[in-house]
């Protein structure tokens, strides 16, 4: 509660007394101090001059002030891909200081992949000028099942990626805990947290594109189902639904290559530019993801469904998508693009490190008294 505030003021530029933080959460000032030398003890908090830089407005010492220390750790956000491992580098307060990515290609080996991500993670870091033994945790966004030890369950999309103990793999390469969970539910966290499904609660997160998948939040918790495999609408396609979104998006009779987004930007580019063959394909695509969305929609009832994925021009199945689930849905689910687009899981995933964080932060015992909280934040 005293650290939630003391981080709130100095996103807003404040460092508030003792009093101030007493008013805000509603605890006695004795109690407040505890806490607040535990976090100086902890390096989580710091004393400040004045709250804005300028002289204490009274005659008489001016009261102690304090800051929540950003600078105390850092954070990583890792997004691992067919493609591409993007890292983004942030603050305990979420601030995002470096970045770096690497390119794949489907058919590299489970190992290279990893050490792509090893080499993307101290790439990031050095630019941003932060030290290795700075981060204080690590967010994985991957395809697959994952289960809860941080192991792939299953992955079609990466070669040797199931079975894989992927989050012990991490966590000796790059020297912190790591959280791992499945890329789209992990896109829908980073929505939630900085893109278009701030103040939702319950959402579903579309991956479009040649390997469609989704994530879903309820009541603003991941929904990873019984044994993780919720949101995999990619397997749609093999229940006897005939052709795959390779053969769908093609224009010449001849599939797209598969996990080439760029080809689907392409034929997107083109449905824009009022070619008929590109548009038809278009159509196909977005009618067999209006049934893959509403299997969803009809179960989850979410308030919003956000699109997005690594082609450019999805924006542009936002319209006919919403128009199509009105047709198919008992309550039609306001619909938006992505705000965060191919860097959606990274901020997912940076967002999942920082709860883990959090929880520890947020469990710092003031001398001789009880944890502040010692429930996990969203």
Same mark, same amino acid.
């Given at each position: 509660?005293?650290?939630?505030?003391?981080?709130?003021?100095?996103?807003?530029?404040?460092?508030?007394?003792?009093?101030?933080?007493?008013?805000?959460?509603?605890?006695?000032?004795?109690?407040?101090?505890?806490?607040?030398?535990?976090?100086?003890?902890?390096?989580?908090?710091?004393?400040?001059?004045?709250?804005?830089?300028?002289?204490?407005?009274?005659?008489?010492?001016?009261?102690?002030?304090?800051?929540?220390?950003?600078?105390?750790?850092?954070?990583?956000?890792?997004?691992?891909?067919?493609?591409?491992?993007?890292?983004?580098?942030?603050?305990?307060?979420?601030?995002?200081?470096?970045?770096?990515?690497?390119?794949?290609?489907?058919?590299?080996?489970?190992?290279?992949?990893?050490?792509?991500?090893?080499?993307?993670?101290?790439?990031?870091?050095?630019?941003?000028?932060?030290?290795?033994?700075?981060?204080?945790?690590?967010?994985?966004?991957?395809?697959?099942?994952?289960?809860?030890?941080?192991?792939?369950?299953?992955?079609?999309?990466?070669?040797?990626?199931?079975?894989?103990?992927?989050?012990?793999?991490?966590?000796?390469?790059?020297?912190?805990?790591?959280?791992?969970?499945?890329?789209?539910?992990?896109?829908?966290?980073?929505?939630?947290?900085?893109?278009?499904?701030?103040?939702?609660?319950?959402?579903?997160?579309?991956?479009?594109?040649?390997?469609?998948?989704?994530?879903?939040?309820?009541?603003?918790?991941?929904?990873?189902?019984?044994?993780?495999?919720?949101?995999?609408?990619?397997?749609?396609?093999?229940?006897?639904?005939?052709?795959?979104?390779?053969?769908?998006?093609?224009?010449?009779?001849?599939?797209?290559?598969?996990?080439?987004?760029?080809?689907?930007? @392409? *034929?997107?580019?083109? /449905?824009? $530019?009022? !070619? =008929?063959? &590109?548009?038809? #394909?278009?159509?196909?695509?977005?009618? %067999?993801?209006?049934?893959?969305?509403?299997?969803?929609?009809?179960?989850?009832?979410?308030?919003?469904?956000?699109?997005?994925?690594?082609?450019?021009?999805?924006?542009?199945?936002?319209?006919?998508?919403?128009?199509?689930?009105?047709?198919?849905?008992?309550?039609?689910? @306001? *619909?938006?693009?992505? /705000?965060? $687009?191919? !860097? =959606?899981? &990274?901020?997912? #995933?940076?967002?999942?490190?920082?709860? %883990?964080?959090?929880?520890?932060?947020?469990?710092?015992?003031?001398?001789?008294?009880?944890?502040?909280?010692?429930?996990?934040?969203?």
């Amino acid at each position: 509660m005293v650290l939630r505030a003391l981080r709130a003021a100095g996103e807003s530029g404040r460092s508030p007394s003792l009093a101030e933080l007493a008013a805000v959460t509603g605890l006695s000032r004795p109690t407040v101090e505890q806490v607040v030398e535990s976090l100086l003890g902890a390096g989580y908090a710091a004393a400040a001059v004045n709250g804005d830089g300028t002289r204490a407005p009274r005659v008489g010492r001016p009261a102690r002030r304090f800051r929540f220390r950003a600078e105390a750790g850092h954070l990583l956000g890792v997004e691992i891909g067919a493609l591409r491992v993007a890292v983004l580098v942030s603050d305990l307060a979420g601030r995002r200081v470096g970045s770096a990515v690497r390119t794949a290609t489907a058919r590299t080996p489970a190992a290279e992949r990893l050490a792509l991500v090893e080499g993307a993670a101290r790439a990031a870091l050095m630019a941003s000028g932060v030290a290795r033994d700075s981060v204080r945790a690590v967010g994985v966004g991957s395809p697959g099942i994952m289960a809860a030890d941080g192991s792939v369950r299953l992955c079609a999309a990466l070669p040797g990626w199931t079975g894989l103990a992927l989050g012990e793999r991490l966590r000796a390469a790059l020297g912190a805990p790591v959280v791992v969970e499945n890329d789209a539910n992990v896109a829908a966290v980073g929505e939630r947290w900085r893109g278009t499904a701030v103040g939702c609660d319950d959402v579903v997160m579309v991956l479009a594109g040649l390997s469609p998948g989704a994530g879903s939040l309820i009541g603003g918790r991941v929904h990873r189902g019984y044994g993780g495999a919720a949101g995999e609408i990619g397997a749609l396609h093999l229940l006897g639904r005939g052709a795959t979104p390779e053969s769908l998006l093609s224009t010449d009779g001849r599939p797209l290559a598969a996990l080439d987004e760029a080809a689907v930007g @392409r *034929v997107f580019e083109r /449905a824009r $530019g009022g !070619e =008929a063959l &590109a548009g038809a #394909a278009v159509e196909r695509y977005v009618e %067999r993801l209006t049934h893959d969305v509403t299997a969803l929609v009809l179960a989850l009832d979410p308030e919003l469904v956000v699109v997005g994925g690594w082609a450019s021009g999805l924006d542009g199945v936002v319209e006919p998508l919403a128009r199509e689930l009105s047709r198919y849905c008992l309550r039609t689910p @306001r *619909v938006a693009a992505s /705000a965060l $687009g191919a !860097e =959606a899981i &990274a901020w997912g #995933a940076l967002r999942m490190a920082l709860d %883990r964080v959090e929880a520890e932060m947020f469990a710092v015992h003031p001398p001789g008294g009880p944890a502040e909280c010692g429930v996990r934040p969203e």
